[in-house]
């Protein structure tokens, strides 16, 4: 009988590997799954007096998930990064596509053609043809920065409602974890693995990492932990809740920050959200990132410095109709860009246009206007701060730090593209299903199959002749 046992232990045995390969190929293309391979021992033998040990079969002890801890954790610390740098150059590219930078719609070259109108105004100051399209061009620069103020705007508006929405992701993916956690545990207790719940616990915490910065943590008696930045979101089968609202919940306009339920701030290391937050808060000072307020702050410093330099020198000269003192533009203090226009002034009568030096200069006084066309040349225009300097010169120190952040965002994500690529492959080399392997062990299997089903009809053979033969001759 033990030959019988044995053979019969090595048919199940071949048959439960043949399971297993079955299972990986049928997964080969699931997201997230983990080649598994069906690990064989012979069993217990039997102790023969005088003889020896005599061997009794083979047996499966373990369907083992082929995962590397070491290869996970590289895997969810370099996804983060990845993620931050990935929304940063995307959004910075759609900040360089609002400023038009270099196109017939760029900021400069609206600056062209509104001094452009001016200098041939100076050639003939009292031909109305000549001043139609200085206020022409002026006010489709103003449309221009009003426009773009508001393209800002709206983009930083989008930002936080991805904001809103990856946090709402954080937390279900919490929640799916924990109750995986729950299932893992109850399925665990016998000592075995479940396997094909833990694939799916890893690929939501591959998901989870390109959002926030993770850590995970699995103590020995199976409790299953998932830190962000230190502070645990899930402990098992509890989630701690993110949220993303009003620092003053008394004032809903008030900024955003991200918080937990608990009230605690949120400081992320990397990551989509951090990514994000950066691009939403940055404005630049004490050494932050330069995001999308920075570019509101800077527009904002451009529309007030020009808007000021342009009416200081305007308000000197004198119109045709002899007007004095008459603002060429117009802004709301606290909301320079999205405000900025051509005075209503200027608008309504062309004639007070303040051309003239003198109020009894003649109508081919064109003194004032010579000082207004020198303001584009004068260092003087703005200042202060990093962008000191004429008109021009302020525009191309925004545009310059756009293209250094840019260019810093897209060498990042390259980076971490490479690093991320050979990552993968190493967790496919030990956790991908083989296609040409599969199809080897499924042959062989399926002739341990076949030469265990050879043996069980050799003993029948044998236990026949033994039982029903043996004796027979003579009777």
Known sequence: MYGFNSAVSGLIASQRSLYVTNHNLNNMNTDGY????????????FHMPGVGFLGTGTEIHDIERMRDS??????????????????????????????????DSSFRQYMDDFFEALTNLSTNPSDFSYREPVKETAIALTKHINETAKRLENLKNETEFI???????????????????KQIYALEIDGNSANDLRDQRDLLVDELSKIVNVRVDESTDGKYKVSVSGITLVDHDYVTKMEYGPKDKDNINSPKELKWSNGNHINLRS???????????????????????????????FAKGFVKGINTQHNEGYGLDGSHNID?????????????????????DLRKIAVAGGKTGGVEDNKNLLEIIALREDNEFFPDGMSKGNPDDFIKAILSNMAVDSMQAKRMKGTQEIVMKNILRRRQSESGVSIDEEIGNLVKFQHAYVSAAKMITTFDSILDVTINRLGLVGR
């Not at 989509?272 to 702050?297: A, F, H, M, P, T």
Request: aromatic letters at 8%; a negative charge; charged letters at 30%.
């Open 70 to 103: 070491y290869i996970d954790l590289k895997y969810w610390n370099e996804s983060a990064p990845m993620g931050e740098w990935e929304v940063k150059e995307n959004t910075l590219m759609e900040i360089e596509k609002l400023f038009g930078e270099v196109s």
């Open 271 to 301: 990551g989509e959200l951090k990514g994000l937050l950066d691009l939403v808060d940055g404005d630049g000072e004490n050494g932050s990132y330069r995001g999308i307020s920075y570019y509101q702050n800077k527009l904002d410093e």
């Open 34 to 45: 983990s080649r598994q391979v069906a690990n064989q021992r012979a069993t217990d033998p």
């Open 163 to 181: 904001i809103e929405t990856k946090v709402k992701q954080v937390n279900d993916i919490g929640d799916q974890i924990a109750a995986l956690n």
């Open 328 to 348: 060429f533009f117009t802004m709301d203090e606290k909301n320079p860009a999205a405000t900025i226009a051509v005075s209503n002034e200027i608008i309504e």
